[in-house]
């Protein structure tokens, strides 16, 4: 299970009425709540505007061998990925392609920091997200693990539409920051370092951009309809 453990409820009077199912439910279940002044949830909220309603909750502690396992279909690693509005973004990414989890290397953002978590919109609780990786650690999982390990980089020597036509089963995907891409050590380690082709100007595609092409491909070859539509000469 990687929901968490929920613990103590804040909320205000009106907050108690609105969301009056979640309140019922967590009292059944024994969740202590404590109802607060809006002058308190505000000072207590991270955003302008609070709902009125703010849960603490335990998180169950996660493992590198959680996410990283032979017969995961994929697996997420970032690579001091420091902006949390993409993290975030990556996670809700990771949970509706169906990957095993995200794995987040030394240097990159707190992955329970209140930005990030409104970024996954709930799917932080839904797969196991594991930080503050050191690579070596993470290279000999992988490396036990005997999933792929595959680089996303712009100067990748597979295009990835190509090469996911023979790809194997289980893929651990890295992902880098856009300013530094993907470190020396990750690059030699990989199987293979696969590039998105880009038709247009851009330089190159936004992290959270780039994890969702790569996912979302991976999930459409998954379905059998990768190599009809790349052999297809109308498409």
């Keep these: ?9 804040y909320a205000t009077t009106d907050a108690c009425e609105r969301f009056a199912e979640i309140i019922v439910c967590a009292r059944a279940n024994g969740v202590e709540v404590v109802p607060v002044t809006d002058d308190v949830i505000e000072a207590m909220a991270e955003t302008r505007t609070p709902q009125g ?21 994929s697996a997420v690693v970032l690579e001091s990925a420091a902006d949390p509005g993409n993290v975030g973004t990556i996670i809700r990414t990771a949970d509706a392609a169906g990957a095993s989890g995200v794995v987040l290397t030394r240097g990159s953002a707190d992955p329970f920091g209140g930005k990030v ?4 919109a709930g799917s932080i609780f839904h797969l196991p997200v594991v930080d503050d990786v050191d690579v070596q650690s993470l290279l000999a999982r992988v490396s036990a693990s005997g999933m792929t390990l595959v680089v996303a980089t712009g100067d990748g020597e597979h295009d990835l539409f190509d090469w996911l036509e023979e790809a194997p089963a289980s893929i651990c995907w890295v992902f880098g920051t856009e300013a530094h891409g993907v470190s020396v050590e990750m690059r030699a380690a990989a199987h293979a370092r696969v590039r998105i082709p880009i038709a247009g100007r851009a330089e190159s595609l936004n992290l959270a951009a780039a994890v969702a092409v790569c996912l979302f491909a991976d999930v459409a070859r998954r379905h059998g309809r990768m190599k009809a539509s790349h052999n297809d000469p109308n498409r």
């Excluded at 299970?1 to 409820?9: E, G, I, K, Y």
């Excluded at 978590?117 to 996954?120: D, G, I, L, S, Y």
């Design 1 to 9: 299970m990687h929901a968490p453990r929920l613990r103590t409820v």
């Design 117 to 120: 978590v409104r970024a996954t």
């Design 53 to 73: 309603i703010i849960a603490v909750c335990d998180f169950v502690e996660q493992s590198l061998d959680d996410v990283i396992r032979l017969g995961a279909n």
